[in-house]
């Protein structure tokens, strides 16, 4: 239980799989699409077949089409999204922000505070809750399952854009464009410290071994996965900063790790340290202001701002952009004019 705890609320997890194998040297000739089936647990045939469509499936490095016959020493990669939980996901209806949406995706601007996906301790209420009733008219889509595909997630108490696959195709199509690092996304946060300039933070991304909770950052490939953020700064409240982050890679908590493993934890992000004072005065009117902010924005100062992405059937690259959400722009607007009467006085 204490993965479902851990992983629950998440910046992005890998929701795909990596797989390399290798053709048996007594392996008879047999078609890709039948040899993985028998390989790769609870994969249907039409499941591979639209993988091999998408480019996700390559034989000695280069794409093949299903019909291909594997022989002895043919090494097979694999990309390819997570098969569904067993579970049954109830359908409630609970208001979506529908940004976009077509036969084969849509992109949901999701509040802070709502689940993506039920789990440890949120079974309903969740964004998926959601897009079960809000797709349960619909027609049955091959391999969709009655239910919409997440392609990644963003945690809890972030807010913004989110892809959802709506078909099979679409979602190892998506899927395929994630792991090779091609989906263009920002994000924009509030952080602690006046940040000088713009930068970049890499490193090993890993669970900490004092919180299983949390996550640090490691320069031993061996304690996690690489990541890479670039960081702009937008503007300067003197104790906090304004940056977009523009993510190379989508890690678990991966900006929120970064930035505090540079000494500038977002604001009022609890789980990262974020939610005292850590740069500015001692004085009482300073505390109470910080702690009115912090009543403004009761969660880490963190939204998914925007998408962009090669459409599965269009073949052309879309590009979302949302808004800030109000409790953001008003602990933005709340800074500047403390700023602004600081330097009067």
Request: some cysteine; glycine content about 6%.
């Amino acid at each position: 239980m204490l993965d479902e705890e851990v992983f629950q609320d998440q910046e992005e997890q890998d929701l795909f799989e990596h797989l390399r194998l290798v053709v048996d040297k007594g392996q008879s000739l047999l078609r890709l699409d039948k040899f993985l089936m028998h390989r790769i647990e609870n994969a249907s045939r039409n499941r591979i077949q639209n993988a091999v469509e998408a480019g996700s499936v390559l034989v000695n490095e280069k794409p093949i089409k299903s019909s291909y016959k594997v022989k002895p020493g043919d090494v097979i990669s694999v990309v390819l999204p997570h098969p569904p939980r067993d579970t049954e996901v109830y359908p409630e209806n609970i208001p979506l922000d529908i940004v976009y949406e077509d036969d084969d995706l849509l992109v949901v601007n999701k509040p802070a505070g709502m689940v993506v996906h039920p789990g440890y301790n949120n079974y309903t209420g969740t964004l998926v809750n959601g897009l079960v009733y809000h797709f349960q008219q619909l027609p049955q889509l091959p391999g969709n399952e009655g239910r919409p595909g997440l392609v990644h997630r963003i945690d809890k108490d972030t807010s913004g854009l989110l892809l959802i696959s709506k078909n099979e195709r679409s979602m190892a199509y998506l899927a395929k464009q994630f792991f090779d690092h091609t989906i263009a996304r920002k994000y924009i946060a509030l952080a602690w410290g006046d940040i000088s300039e713009d930068g970049t933070v890499t490193g090993y991304i890993g669970r900490s071994l004092r919180d299983r909770k949390i996550m640090d950052v490691y320069d031993d490939e061996s304690k996690g996965k690489w990541s890479v953020t670039h960081y702009k700064v937008l503007e300067r409240f003197g104790y906090v900063t304004l940056i977009e982050c523009q993510l190379e890679t989508g890690r678990t908590h991966q900006i929120r790790a970064h930035m505090k493993h540079i000494g500038h934890p977002l604001f009022n992000d609890a789980t990262y340290g974020g939610d005292k004072i850590l740069k500015g005065t001692v004085f009482s009117k300073y505390r109470q202001f910080v702690d009115n902010c912090f009543a403004i924005i009761t969660r880490q100062a963190l939204h998914a701002l925007s998408l962009g992405f090669k459409h599965p059937s269009k073949k052309e690259f879309i590009h979302f952009e949302s808004e800030l959400p109000a409790d953001f722009q008003a602990v933005i607007k709340k800074w500047r004019n403390y700023i602004t009467v600081n330097k009067a006085e």
